[in-house]
């Protein structure tokens, strides 16, 4: 198979267009979601929650966050470990929840999880006859009996009953059927997901991972293992150099009749999750940017604020927007535009208004 050589201006073009963020908007909430495979979850809203700003970034004004909230009531969407994803991908992972279920031979990545399953038994099934019985429920209306409790260095110590629920998901016993402000409603799988038939368990890695492509454009094979969705892609799509980057990529076939055609690009603020940024690495090999999420550190180490928004315009990641929305006072505070290079006329002009859109989108004015 022919490697393909790309420049930098082809490979960050194929980037921004697999992540839907060119002039063309995609259609609605549905098919933006089942082309980005999914949107993250995560608690902090500084500005608004990820999975809200990562659909307006793309949809514009168009979107509100109640038509995520009605796409999950729907099923549409479903919610899997920390991710909303399209409801028809659940077949591309319920052969591998089975495979835990059945507790078959090295399905579990760690062993401590199966000992610990094991050890609380008499809880699981006590969660899963009060599910059976009254539906769903938060993870506070379901009694702690677990004989072994979790132990953990990090946040998760001693939560025993949501640790045991987000393995049982992991099996695919239960699910997360919507939500009660943040808490979570759980009830049982089989009353949550379509019942569409599972992908083999050994075809269903590489049909995630063809999509995965799709979204991201061009994407290494293997990089670094991370959490809830891996970065590479394994051998899936075409092989590929970027001309000034070393090793290998894999680029998705779509993109390649659109080489050397110009970019119909435009200003977007972006999540801190976001999928075009989320591989550092890859952010700053394709598109020289360095960033990181600071709201970890303390405030004296910060260069660009506690949740600074990436900034896209055209094909360049151009800087940072350390912006935060304070909903009481009615304003979204500006505190700093971090420009990587000096802007052009251009640019700035195209990120205030972005910038004037995201105020409008929240209702609220602009302060600084």
């Not at 919507?178 to 409603?185: E, H, N, P, V």
């Not at 972006?270 to 394709?286: G, T, V």
């Amino acid at each position: 198979m022919t490697t393909h050589r790309l420049s930098p201006v082809d490979a960050r073009r194929i980037a921004v267009r697999a992540q839907l963020l060119d002039r063309d908007r995609p259609a609605g909430l549905l098919d933006l979601v089942r082309h980005l495979t999914l949107l993250q979850i995560d608690p902090t809203a500084a500005v608004a929650p990820t999975a809200d700003l990562v659909a307006w970034s793309r949809l514009g004004a168009a979107y509100t966050p109640a038509d995520l909230v009605d796409a999950l009531r729907r099923r549409d969407l479903v919610e899997l470990a920390a991710t909303i994803r399209p409801a028809e991908d659940l077949a591309l992972y319920r052969a591998e929840m089975a495979l835990l279920r059945d507790d078959a031979p090295g399905a579990f990545t760690y062993p401590r999880h199966r000992e610990w399953i094991r050890a609380n038994d008499a809880c699981r099934q006590d969660i899963l006859a009060r599910l059976t019985a009254q539906g769903a429920l938060p993870s506070r209306q379901l009694p702690d009996t677990c004989a072994v409790p979790w132990a953990s260095t990090g946040w998760t110590n001693d939560q025993n009953v949501i640790r045991l629920l987000d393995l049982m998901a992991a099996m695919g016993e239960v699910a997360v059927a919507g939500r009660q402000g943040r808490d979570r409603l759980w009830d049982l799988a089989e009353r949550v997901y379509p019942d569409h038939p599972p992908v083999p368990a050994d075809e269903a890695p590489r049909r995630r991972s063809e999509r995965r492509l799709r979204a991201l454009g061009i994407a290494r094979a293997k990089t670094t293992q991370v959490p809830i969705e891996p970065w590479g892609v394994g051998e899936v799509g075409e092989p590929a150099v970027v001309e000034g980057v070393k090793g290998a990529w894999r680029v998705d076939p779509e993109h390649l009749d659109r080489l050397g055609q110009p970019l119909e690009g435009r200003a977007a603020l972006l999540s801190p999750f976001d999928r075009l940024i989320h591989d550092r690495k890859r952010a700053l090999e394709l598109f020289g940017f360095d960033y990181g999420l600071e709201m970890y550190k303390p405030v004296a180490n910060r260069r660009w604020g506690y949740y600074a928004l990436p900034i896209l315009h055209g094909d360049r990641l151009v800087g940072k927007l350390d912006a935060t929305a304070d909903r009481k006072a009615g304003v979204l505070r500006v505190n700093a535009i971090h420009e990587d290079e000096p802007f052009p006329k251009a640019t700035t002009a195209a990120v205030r208004a972005e910038i004037a859109a995201l105020a409008a989108w929240l209702q609220l004015t602009i302060e600084g």
